[in-house]
């Protein structure tokens, strides 16, 4: 979106904050009430992020077991978990520009809502073609954490927004470390699969009820008065006041358009998502394409290789897979002072995570021992976590944050084809070497630092390019 020139808008929006300043009598309470508002909007959503991973990570494990016990076969169990990543694949797209046309409260609120659906049909499944019902609702509407990161998008600074989602990350990624353990132990029970499906669908009721309590009329104005704080707490304005206002009160006006007709809501949503498809974004979800399949493929065939490679059990495999998610949580908490080191460039930082990335899966793709491998997984968490939050800066940077739903949306899709073509890459690559499919991931990670390295001039003031608006 094209801004003014600065001199332009400054005295538009200190006028504007001036009446309001005169309008509330001084305005000292709202200088001190939007940070706080802000801060407990975060934490809040760190908590949606935790219990929702918690939920889903409970029953996930347990699908191919349940879906066994049924009586089907590895190919039809294949069939249903291949499922629900197609509908993630349409969806996607659609649904997150759908939260930027009628606000992200209704859309996160009837995403959480569906999804619950889901699982509690998934805990009534007695036969297969069930279990396939169950899943559709999730497939299309379990976009409950992309959603949430365009929120926390809207509530917080770009500065501030790679330590914000960094530990929205964090607090995710505990939930899905812990969800299994419980899972597990509840799958001893009799009929545990199905109260495990009863406990996930309640998890996600009480994240709706979180949401439906979040004091959205405070974030409301926060978004407004953040303005007048810029610079003076960790979670400021945007750095254009003007394009701030004027996104917060369209945001407000979009609300209403949840009432309005379907096909009206449709066609907005067409016309956002054919902005992004007209826009020169297409490198970074390239990038972003390129670097999800590469470390889809360091872990596609993780312990099969490490078996046949090293000799260990799957029960070693299972024990690194676990101290890596931990790091990955460590690495989300130390973003901050990680993006503070590196000047806020989200592009550098991604540059050099992606590197780093690269090389760490050439050590494990050449390793002679179990240690090289154990030292690769170690730093490999780090990077990864990084660079996952990096693309995301970087996409709504680059995009501009009225668009963010839609951006993330897009982005989500890539990664869905990633995660449908990396399996088939893996198997192709494991046929010569079980070396095969890590050594794929270096040559395509290497290519994603290329297109990085061509581009540099378009990122280099970091934020000077915006969507084209249509």
């Not at 939007?34 to 975060?42: D, G, K």
């Not at 991973?53 to 347990?62: A, C, E, N, Q, R």
């Amino acid at each position: 979106f094209r801004r003014a020139p600065r001199a332009l808008r400054r005295p538009r929006a200190a006028a504007r904050m001036e009446e309001e300043e005169e309008d509330e009598g001084g305005g000292g309470r709202r200088g001190t009430a939007s940070p706080a508002a802000s801060a407990r909007f975060v934490r809040c959503l760190y908590a949606v992020g935790f219990l929702d991973l918690f939920g889903v990570s409970m029953v996930v494990p347990l699908m191919n077991l349940h879906i066994k016990s049924l009586g089907a076969s590895h190919t039809v169990a294949g069939i249903i978990g291949s499922l629900y990543g197609v509908m993630q694949l349409f969806s996607s797209t659609f649904v997150g520009c759908w939260s930027d046309v009628v606000g992200r409260r209704y859309s996160l609120l009837a995403c959480i809502l569906l999804s619950a659906l889901g699982y509690f049909l998934l805990g009534n499944s007695t036969t297969v073609f069930l279990v396939a019902i169950s899943r559709v609702p999730v497939g299309i509407f379990k976009h409950t954490l992309s959603i949430s990161k365009a929120l926390l998008s809207d509530l917080v600074s770009e500065r501030d927004r790679p330590l914000v989602m960094g530990r929205f990350n964090a607090a995710s990624s505990v939930g899905f470390i812990l969800g299994p353990v419980v899972g597990g132990y509840l799958a001893e029970f009799k009929g545990g699969f199905y109260q495990t499906s009863f406990i996930c669908a309640s998890i996600f009721l009480l994240n709706g009820g979180l949401v439906q309590m979040l004091p959205w009329s405070e974030e409301n104005t926060s978004n407004r008065d953040h303005c007048q704080d810029k610079g003076t707490n960790s979670f400021s304005a945007k750095s254009n006041p003007d394009l701030h206002l004027k996104s917060a009160t369209s945001r407000a006006v979009t609300n209403s358009s949840f009432f309005q007709s379907p096909w009206i809501q449709v066609a907005t949503v067409l016309k956002k998502i054919k902005g992004i498809a007209c826009s020169d974004l297409w490198d970074v979800f390239l990038v972003r394409f390129l670097m999800s399949v590469a470390i889809l493929l360091y872990y596609s065939n993780f312990t099969l290789a490490l078996e046949e490679r090293f000799g260990v059990k799957p029960l070693f495999a299972g024990y690194l897979t676990s101290y890596s998610s931990a790091l990955g949580v460590l690495a989300g908490c130390l973003l901050g002072p990680i993006t503070r080191l590196y000047g806020h460039n989200t592009y550098r930082l991604l540059l050099h995570s992606s590197t780093f990335t690269c090389m760490l899966i050439l050590l494990y793709a050449s390793a002679l021992s179990i240690w090289m491998v154990i030292l690769s997984s170690t730093f490999l968490a780090f990077s990864t976590t990084i660079g996952r939050t990096c693309i995301i800066d970087l996409e709504l940077t680059v995009g501009g944050n009225e668009a963010s739903g839609t951006l993330l949306g897009v982005g989500q899709s890539v990664t869905s084809v990633g995660r449908i073509i990396a399996p088939l890459l893996s198997g192709i690559a494991q046929e010569f070497s079980p070396c095969g499919p890590p050594s794929l991931a270096v040559g395509l990670a290497l290519v994603a630092i290329v297109i990085m390295n061509a581009n540099k001039q378009k990122y280099h003031s970091h934020g000077s390019v915006k969507l084209k608006s249509q």
